[in-house]
Structure formats: C-alpha cells, structure tokens
C-alpha cells in the first residue's frame, strides 16, 4: 500500500470521527515490508516475505479519549472502527491532560530530506547468496564447529499521522541487515557468540565476508573462560553494551516516568550527575539515521536536541500529556503504535567520543573486567540500582588477557554517571550509539 493510500484511510477515521461527535482526534498509519532469507550449514533454512498495514483512531469527548488500531481498511471497516472508537471515548474516565499536540507546534512543510528510503532492490536468490556467504565467513574462522545460521533482510516501511487540528504527512525508510551466530569448541566447552549490521542503505552495509568474520572471531574468543576475580573494580563496557547504558538515562528522562515518580532522576534535574567532558545528543534529522523522523508521533516538529551537556541533563523528554501534566515545553519525543496513548522515545542518539584511545582508557588498570556481553534486565528504574549477568575479558596491568564468563556486575547508575569516561572509538551505525566506556568501582562476583 502507498503513503498516498494509507493517508486517504487516517484522513476518512478522522472525517468520521468528527461526524460521530468527537471533538478533536487524530489517526496514526503504518505500512511494513520484509523480505529475509536465512540459511544454516549452508543450507536453506527459511524464505519470509511479509506485508502489512494497519490505521489507528485517537478521539476525545470532551477530556475523555479512547484508542483502536485495524487492519481493514475498507470504507465500511473504518466507518465501524471511528464509531466504536468515540463510543468507547464517551464512557473513559477524564484525563485532564489528555489532548492533541497544539496547532502551533506541528511540523510544517518542507519536511527535510532525512535520505531513509534506499530504492535498492534485492531478490530471494540475491538476500540468499548474502546471507549464504556471511555464514560461510563466519564458520571459516578457525575454532568454528558449528552454526545457528545466517540471514540477510530487507524492510521497507511508511508512517503517516493525520491530526483535527491539520496535520497529514507521511515519511517512508528502508533498512538493510546481515547476521550470523555460530558455535566455536566442543562439548562442556562450547561457546556461542554472533554478529549484525543494519544500515538504511545497502552501500553502507560492511559486506557479508566482515559481518560473519566478526561473528566467528568473537565466539572463538570465548573459548576457555575463567570467571574473574570478585570485589570492586574498574568495569569497562565495549560499544557492544556501552549503548546500553545511555539507554537506562533515557528511559529515567522520559517525562510520564518522571510524572509518575517511576525514575531515578526525579529531582535531580539541577544535580551535575556526569563529569564535565560527557556529551550525549539526540538527532532526529540525522541523513540515513536509523531512527530519524521529520516528526514525532504526535506531530511535533523534530529538531536536534543535547540531553547531556556541563554535567547536567538538559531536561525532560516530553509528549503532550507529560509536557501538560509537568508544565514542560514540547520536545518532539512523543511515540505512538498503531494503537494505545502516545509514549515516548528518542531518535538518533550519541554519546559523543572521548579524547583517550582505549589502550589509554585501560593503561592504569591492575585488575579490572572488560564486558561485552550482558544477560538479564537488573535495572531498578525508580533507585538506579544496576546488576546485570556479563561476559567478557580480564583486564591485567592495563592489558586486555583472556576471556571471562559467569559473573554480574554491579552498582548504581547515579555513581555509575558521575565517574563515566569515554574512548575515542565511537561509531554511528546504531540509533543509541557510545563509544567504550569505563565506570570505576563496581561491584564484580561470580553469579
């Protein structure tokens, strides 16, 4: 289905709904494709070709809203979806900061050229071959025994959102991804690790042979791992994880968490939380940007925005409902499925790199672990309290040594913030992307 399409059905629910007797609403559309090949041994695994569309409804009576999302998009199909929908709104409890983003805060026209939508086309028998030689790079690295496979995907897919109050835009972006997991070693002593890449176009894509290289590098530098010494030491994250990081800080910024006193940073918004030379920015505009948008789920013109600058967060990452409830300007955050009430999410993010390279981050360690491999969601969201299984390498007399396995660490990511230092090694690729970083003084012990 065509943007132009799916833009017809969200402008018709809100046509309806009016008639229906709502007082505002507005109407969310999201078109998908994929096509993916995956292969094991070589080996034709699984050929997946899938379509969708679906339309979601948003209407309020009064400061009552209700939501739904289908996938009929016929006349009659969403005709029945905009009665129900003010139906079900009439009968809501009030929210008295349930509303539309306003008027004058919605995108406008000239939307800028994010370059998300690669025309590039792939067949089954090309996705095939692609997926068939990054296997094959993977399970060449010596110590590769087995594997779980290789597989290489396109997607394509549309958004479009039409308001009451004006709004009907849409956007369109593609991506394109290789990966491959293997298994290196034997018996007790197997250990298995992969490897993946997406980029919005195929010509920024490594190709297959470094993709699946990668993956059979890092499960072969598994083998033989020795659990590390326990106690409090320097942790260093490998960009592998650091993202992962930055993503805790953006979950505790997001302004219903805040409304609702669900975060670790209520309160601390004037607090230097992060040494002076830690930069964190968020780009929804960035050109191929995996997660850029001319606007956010709710309308709302997006712009490049710093969320950590001078040891302090900038603010509150905000929708209408949370800049209504916390009395917050509108920051162009909001997210929206098809269906439910908006959230929040950044865009494009980036810890900005530091000046050290990592063989100089690490050279003052005596003892230390290097992690890049996290198990489990540890993270208390309303103290910060972080435990988190890991894998990994020693750290030795400011030397990476052996691999390491079976342990957790942990901490608090408020201490954990205020002692983060940063390498030079960032790279881009990713929608939160960090280069490696070290946090002293965790807490490491077998698990």
């Not at 916390?326 to 908006?342: E, I, K, V």
Request: negative net charge; aromatic residues 4%.
């Amino acid at each position: 289905m065509q943007s132009s399409e799916l833009l017809d059905a969200a402008q018709a629910l809100i046509d309806h709904a009016r008639r229906c007797g709502a007082d505002a609403a507005d109407a969310t559309g999201h078109t998908s494709s994929a096509h993916g090949v995956s292969v094991r041994l070589g080996v034709l695994e699984d050929i997946d070709r899938s379509e969708g569309a679906h339309v979601g409804l948003r209407a309020f009576v009064g400061q009552r809203s209700a939501s739904v999302s289908t996938s009929d998009l016929s006349p009659a199909g969403l005709r029945e979806l905009a009665e129900r929908v003010v139906a079900m709104a009439r009968h809501a409890p009030e929210d008295p900061f349930a509303a539309l983003a306003p008027e004058a805060a919605l995108a406008r026209g000239p939307f800028p050229d994010l370059d998300i939508a690669d025309p590039s086309d792939l067949t089954a028998e090309q996705l095939r071959d692609r997926a068939c030689e990054t296997e094959d790079a993977a399970r060449a690295v010596s110590g590769v025994r087995n594997s779980e496979g290789g597989s290489a995907v396109l997607a394509r897919g549309g958004s479009v959102l039409v308001t009451s109050t004006g709004l009907a835009a849409a956007y369109e972006g593609a991506s394109h991804s290789l990966s491959a997991s293997v298994i290196a070693g034997e018996g007790d002593g197997m250990q298995r690790d992969y490897a993946s890449r997406s980029a919005r176009y195929l010509t920024d894509l490594p190709g297959p042979a470094e993709v699946g290289r990668l993956a059979g590098e890092r499960a072969v530098g598994r083998l033989a791992p020795a659990t590390p010494a326990g106690g409090r030491m320097p942790v260093v994250f490998d960009p592998r994880v650091s993202p992962s990081l930055v993503g805790h800080l953006l979950g505790a910024m997001a302004a219903p968490a805040i409304a609702r006193r669900a975060s670790f940073l209520v309160g601390r918004e004037d607090e230097d939380l992060f040494p002076a030379a830690i930069r964190i920015i968020d780009d929804p505009l960035r050109p191929r940007g995996m997660h850029s948008r001319p606007f956010d789920g709710e309308g709302v013109a997006c712009a490049p925005r710093v969320l950590v600058e001078h040891c302090k967060v900038t603010g509150w990452l905000t929708n209408a409902a949370s800049a209504a409830q916390l009395g917050l300007p509108l920051t162009g955050h909001a997210s929206r499925g098809a269906g439910g009430t908006p959230g929040v999410s950044p865009s494009n993010v980036d810890l900005l790199a530091g000046e050290a390279t990592v063989e100089e981050l690490i050279a003052d360690i005596r003892e230390g672990v290097l992690v890049d491999y996290l198990i489990g969601q540890g993270i208390n969201p309303v103290t910060g309290d972080y435990s988190r299984g890991a894998a990994g390498r020693r750290i030795v007399d400011g030397k990476i040594a052996g691999p390491v396995a079976g342990f957790t660490v942990a901490g608090n990511l408020i201490d954990m913030f205020a002692g983060l230092r940063a390498a030079n090694d960032l790279e881009t690729w990713r929608a939160i992307n960090a280069p490696t970083l070290r946090v002293d003084g965790m807490t490491v012990a077998a698990a």
